[in-house]
């Protein structure tokens, strides 16, 4: 009995494993090019994360206009992610050069 | 109401003139008297009256720490620089930097850049670019640059007969704007100016341009009007600015406004290039869109020449 009540507790996690892998948000890329943030709106599921990659020859970073989360200086080839486990409108910009604005929907 | 109509009409058209800016050619010799630039020559012919003259210079965006593809010495063309301001035949009283010192802020950086441009045996007043202030305190451009400063690095002096106002407008910018003051800042100034007579030059520098020159990339200062407001009892004032790693000209009243290039790399013209990122040129053309200013000062004149000299061409 406890073999058999072992198997089937074994068998419940894995399901539960496979479960939670089956549903896990994809990563989502933004790319930064040319002083731009692209894509610069992009709709997510919760548990997304973003993934901001600097392409610039110019250091760049990633900042919440709500001063949720931010990045530090991220040059050339430099990658931030956070990730967006609550749903809402999150608009984001770069600390020095704040004309670059972003926005993030999750849903 | 009709004379209401005449003077929109006038501003009107001084908006449009004031708005057409100036693009200065490489090596040409401006001269200001009363605010208003004259062009009088090409760098080598021009002579501007050196008797009594006060002279200082203005370095910008040396970007130490930069190496990509636009430039991959930018210790190299900084040295150049320096040489040139070495060999000028008077002595500058001192140098102002306008900014973007280092490329990443770090201190190995402004090392770096403090060995080279201390060559000059100068003295140096800077104010921070944003390339600068990366960390979140700005403590390694403070400590190193800011003694005597008030909040992020903004402070005053005087000398010659005119009086020198370093901004800081690269800390606390706000998403979707562009370069900033800030309140606490404009307070200051605007104690700071209430102490000087209306007959002092002054001379105003900052980082990014305090004129809005392009706002799709970023290029002017957000609350800079309410500076510019403060300025206009005076009857010389002169804005020094670096960022944008170009020579653009500006009058307005009795204000004239320059930006400079920069030691490292140029950037494009607005709106001609996709970014304002730096920009490739033929290795042989590089040093002739890098270099240094000089600005003369005679006093009692209220004449200002100030001279943009390439590192080469």
């Known amino acids: 009995m406890t073999f058999v009540f072992n198997c089937a507790r074994a068998a419940l996690i894995v399901a539960a494993l496979m479960g939670a892998s089956a549903v896990r948000a994809a990563d989502m890329p933004v790319s930064i090019d040319n002083f ?12 997304t994360t973003v993934i901001w990659t600097n392409n610039d020859d110019i250091p760049h970073t ?22 967006f486990t609550e749903p809402g409108t999150y608009e984001y910009f770069c600390s020095l050069h704040p004309h670059m604005t972003g926005k993030i929907i999750v849903k | ?31 200001l ?26 370095l910008s965006d040396s970007h130490i720490g930069f190496d990509k593809p636009a430039n991959p010495n930018a210790n190299g063309t900084l040295t150049e620089a320096i040489t040139k301001v070495n060999a000028l035949p008077a002595k500058p009283s001192f ?22 441009i201390g060559q000059s045996r100068l003295d140096v007043h800077y104010v921070p670019g944003e390339h600068d202030v990366l960390d979140d305190d700005r403590k390694i451009y403070l400590d190193r640059y800011g003694k005597g400063a008030k909040g992020a690095g903004w402070y005053s002096f005087d000398a010659g007969g005119a009086h020198f106002v370093g901004l800081v407008n690269v800390v606390d910018l706000k998403g979707g704007g562009m370069g900033n003051l800030g309140a606490d800042q404009l307070a200051w100034l605007q104690a700071d100016l209430a102490a000087r007579t209306a007959s002092t030059p002054i001379v105003v520098f900052a980082h990014i341009p305090l004129w809005t020159i392009y706002a799709d990339w970023g290029w002017g200062t957000q609350d800079s009007e309410q500076a510019l407001g403060m300025l206009k009892k005076f009857g010389s004032v002169t804005v020094l600015n670096g960022h944008i790693h170009q020579v653009m000209q500006k009058v307005e009243g009795n ?34 869109v890098l270099g240094i200013r000089q600005v003369n000062f005679v006093p009692g004149a209220e004449r200002l020449a100030v001279i943009d000299t390439p590192l080469a061409g």
Request: proline share 6%; hydrophobic share 35%; net charge negative.
């Open chain 2, 255 to 288: 204000v004239a406004f320059h930006t400079a290039r920069s030691t490292a790399f140029p950037q494009p013209a607005p709106g001609t290039a996709p970014s304002p990122g730096p920009m490739k040129v033929e290795d042989s053309k590089l040093r002739t």
């Open chain 2, 33 to 58: 008297a009363g605010g208003i630039p004259r062009s009088t020559g090409l760098i080598g012919e021009a002579k501007a009256d050196e008797s009594k003259a006060f002279s200082f210079l203005q």
């Open chain 2, 95 to 116: 140098m102002i930097h306008t900014g973007d010192i280092s490329h990443l802020s770090k201190p190995a950086e402004f090392d770096t850049a403090d060995q080279i």
């Open chain 2, 1 to 31: 109401m009709t004379h209401d109509a005449h003077d929109h009409e006038e501003g009107a058209t001084r908006r449009k003139v004031l708005e057409c800016m100036t693009w200065a050619g490489t090596g040409v010799l401006w001269t």
């Open chain 1, 62 to 83: 990633v900042v919440d206009a709500d001063h949720k989360y931010k990045s530090s200086a991220l040059d050339t080839g430099d990658k931030f992610s956070h990730t």
């Open chain 1, 36 to 47: 731009v943030f692209t894509p610069a709106e992009t709709q997510v599921s919760v548990g």
